[in-house]
Nanobody, 125 residues
Framework: QVQLVESGGGLVQAGGSLRLSCAASGRTFSGYATGWFRQAPGKEREFVAG????????AYADSVKGRFTISRDDAKNTVFLQMSSLKPEDTAVYYC??????????????????WGPGTQVTVSS
């Protein structure tokens, strides 16, 4: 099991940028693929971006492709989500999650076993 804590959320104007961080502790973080998900009020949790172990492949939701970039620093046990050109529809609680699959990236909530508590991102118009 790995413990995850997100940070970096906040309030930003449309067109602005934020960088989210997900710090891990517990088991060796490099052994996990990591995903970012988000959940807006009244909506289901959705996949945003994911990165495999050891970071050889990434995946993005169509809605964020070209605007968001996921990366990882296993030496620091941290995964990042750089968000640019933010839109009001990006407003949500953002969660990072860990998946112990040996390769690839899953877009499914159910395959991730460990989750952080989330960080709020609010984009004003």
């Amino acid at each position: 099991q790995v413990q995850l804590v997100e940070s970096g959320g906040g309030l930003v104007q449309a067109g602005g940028s934020l960088r989210l961080s997900c710090a891990a502790s517990g088991r060796t973080f490099s052994g996990y693929a990591t995903g970012w998900f988000r959940q807006a009020p009244g909506k289901e949790r959705e996949f945003v971006a994911g990165i495999s172990r050891p970071g050889l492949s990434t995946a993005y939701a169509d809605s964020v492709k070209g605007r968001f970039t996921i990366s990882r620093d296993d030496a620091k046990n941290t995964v990042f989500l750089q968000m640019s050109s933010l839109k009001p529809e990006d407003t949500a609680v953002y969660y990072c999650a860990a998946d112990d699959r040996p390769y690839g990236v899953s877009r499914s909530v159910s395959t991730y076993g460990d989750w952080g508590p989330g960080t709020q991102v609010t984009v004003s118009s």
